[in-house]
Nanobody, 119 residues
Framework: QVQLVESGGGLVQAGGSLRLSCAAS????????MGWYRQAPGKQRELVAA???????NYADSVEGRFTISRDNAKNMVILQMNSLKPEDTGVYYC?????????????WGQGTQVTVSS
């Protein structure tokens, strides 16, 4: 699998912005999709946004129009720009990458970064 490192989490007031970054440690695997998931206390982990190598994007309904995901294929990095944050956006955000090598597919997860939005 690909090793992923996230950064950019923190504490912000409602209406504020945060920028999350996720970097893959190696380009030895072919990465097809990268995305962000989040998990709030008492809730299941859910997809926030994803982007393919061709820059096709997918967003959860709850973040559509507020969050923007982008990808730098050369740097194996994915960015999540979060604007107009709401308290319900609070949770641990995890970077995920789907990759392949030698005809096998793998899903890799980062360690997670905390995002807290105060009301």
């Amino acid at each position: 699998q690909v090793q992923l490192v996230e950064s950019g989490g923190g504490l912000v007031q409602a209406g504020g912005s945060l920028r999350l970054s996720c970097a893959a440690s190696s380009s030895i695997f072919t990465i097809s999709v990268m995305g962000w998931y989040r998990q709030a206390p008492g809730k299941q982990r859910e997809l926030v946004a994803a982007v393919t190598s061709g820059s096709s994007t997918n967003y959860a309904d709850s973040v559509e129009g507020r969050f923007t995901i982008s990808r730098d294929n050369a740097k194996n990095m994915v960015i999540l720009q979060m604007n107009s944050l709401k308290p319900e956006d609070t949770g641990v955000y995890y970077c995920k990458a789907r990759s392949s090598r030698g005809g096998r597919e793998y899903d890799s997860w980062g360690q997670g970064t905390q995002v807290t939005v105060s009301s």
